[in-house]
């Protein structure tokens, strides 16, 4: 099975910094891999899927990049609605989540 | 548009069953399978298999092979998790969603406590 290590599990920022969330896949995952943000008592939202295709909707500040087994969201320049929890989700073989980077405001 | 809508929350005591649902509209039901999801108190979201919607046949992932069952009744587009012999470590907010996780439920809170 495929595990994924995600970095860092908490992060504070200011508004307009720029956020980067890292996950590492244990084998290659040929860049099936997406970004999710859950906010408290929501469903989980897809921001990008395929390492680097922003979903409809989500604001371009949101992007992703990165290749073989290391991968990163980046958020250009953190807002204050971005307070969430980012997962990562590996689909290249079977499916698994990184355990989460919680977000906060400094 | 598309939607996955679940059951309503759940409060159970250790040992009994429980069985929640998932509605799919805005899309033909038995084009795309059923993946779920668990999600704990403060943790982090957990795989727990799938179901063809065309076959009815369920795959679990390794920590619900036992007393979790997946099921359908594809005339009312709809997919059920059902789980059985309830413990507390069930206690989780449990998600439906379509292949690739774009579009999920609103998801279930089940509490397991005597």
């Known amino acids: 099975d495929i595990q994924m290590t995600q970095s860092p599990s908490f992060l504070s920022a200011t508004v307009g910094d720029r956020v980067t969330i890292n996950c590492k896949a244990s084998?290659?995952?040929?860049?099936?891999l997406n970004w999710y943000q859950q906010k408290l008592g929501e469903a989980p939202k897809r921001l990008i899927y395929?390492?680097?295709s922003l979903q409809t909707g989500i604001p371009s500040r949101f992007s992703g990049s990165g290749s073989g087994t290391d991968y990163t969201l980046t958020i250009s320049s953190l807002q204050p609605e971005d307070v969430a929890t980012y997962f990562c989700?590996?689909?290249?073989?079977?499916?698994?989540f990184g355990a989460g980077t919680k977000l906060e405001l400094k | 548009q598309i939607q996955l809508v679940q059951s309503g929350p759940e409060l159970k005591k250790p040992g009994e069953s429980l069985k929640i649902s998932c509605k799919a509209s805005?899309?033909?039901?038995?084009?795309?399978?059923m993946q779920w999801v668990k999600q704990a108190p403060g943790k982090g979201l957990q795989y727990m298999g799938w179901?063809?919607?065309?076959?009815?046949?369920?795959t679990y992932a390794d920590d619900f092979k036992e007393r979790f069952v997946f099921s359908l009744e594809t005339s009312a587009s709809t997919a059920y998790l059902q789980i059985n012999n309830l413990k507390n470590e069930d206690t989780a907010t449990y998600f439906c969603?379509?292949?690739?996780?774009?579009?999920w439920g609103q998801g279930v809170m089940v509490t397991v406590s005597s």
């Open positions: 084998q290659n995952i040929n860049k099936y």
């Open positions: 179901i063809n919607t065309q076959t009815g046949k369920p």
């Open positions: 969603a379509r292949p690739k996780f774009h579009y």
């Open positions: 395929n390492t680097n």
């Open positions: 805005g899309y033909t039901f038995t084009d795309y399978a």
């Open positions: 989700l590996q689909h290249n073989s079977g499916y698994t």
